[in-house]
């Protein structure tokens, strides 16, 4: 993972244990860390609709965010579906 996948000033925490079961985590962002990332991501992206991220823990314990990047491979995905049907499914 390179340093341009983490995203900047967001900090998620583990519940706390007394927390309800609808609680998932704690997160804390600071503002002038993630308006720094933000906008180098917006130059960088600027189409980008969404962020997706992962929550995840390091090592040490400590919380961090993590761009998800991840994208469809479409050419598979069509394979799977023309691949899965019968001939009897074919109008033709």
């Excluded at 965010?65 to 469809?72: G, I, N, S």
Aim: overall charge negative.
């Amino acid at each position: 993972m390179s340093d341009g996948d983490l995203i900047g000033g967001i900090y998620p925490k583990l519940k706390n244990e007394k927390a309800p079961e609808f609680v998932i985590c704690k997160m804390s962002i600071n503002v002038a860390q993630f308006r720094d990332w933000m906008q180098t991501h917006l130059r960088e992206n600027p189409n980008a609709d969404w962020i997706n991220m992962d929550c995840l823990l390091s090592r040490n314990g400590k919380g961090y965010a993590k761009l998800d990047t991840w994208e469809p491979d479409v050419k598979r995905e069509v394979a799977k579906i023309v691949n899965s049907l019968n001939e009897d499914d074919i109008p033709f």
